[in-house]
């Protein structure tokens, strides 16, 4: 059964840090290319990040690059997004996700807010 767990998420102002976790199961971690999505309250759902199953290769939405950070261990079956410099408008709910399942993890909120 193919399962994410996102964690990290949590209030933090204009400008703060915080690095997101998801550890996921059910399926061969270290050849999967896996991403981070976001949704903003009464917004789509939208991409974030992509890493692909080696961990050499990433890709980020314009709006974070430069800014985030996402990365892997295979080892540990977990992946990680380091978000820099974060925005109000960032605030959002934050999942992890293997396009090749539909499932989706419970996410994780940020909050950014003075």
């Known amino acids: 059964q193919v399962q994410f767990v996102e964690s990290g998420g949590g209030l933090v102002q204009p400008w703060g840090s915080l690095r997101l976790s998801c550890t996921a199961s059910g399926f061969i971690f270290g050849i999967a290319a896996l991403k981070w999505y976001r949704q903003a309250p009464g917004k789509e759902r939208e991409f974030v990040a992509r890493i692909d199953g080696t961990g050499r290769k990433t890709n980020y939405a314009d709006s974070v690059k430069g800014r985030f950070t996402i990365s892997r261990d295979n080892a540990k079956k977990m992946i990680f997004l380091k978000m820099n410099s974060l925005k109000p408008e960032e605030t959002a709910v934050y999942y992890c996700?293997?396009?090749?399942?539909?499932?989706w993890g419970q996410g994780t909120q940020v909050t950014v807010d003075s």
């Open positions: 996700k293997d396009d090749e399942y539909e499932t």
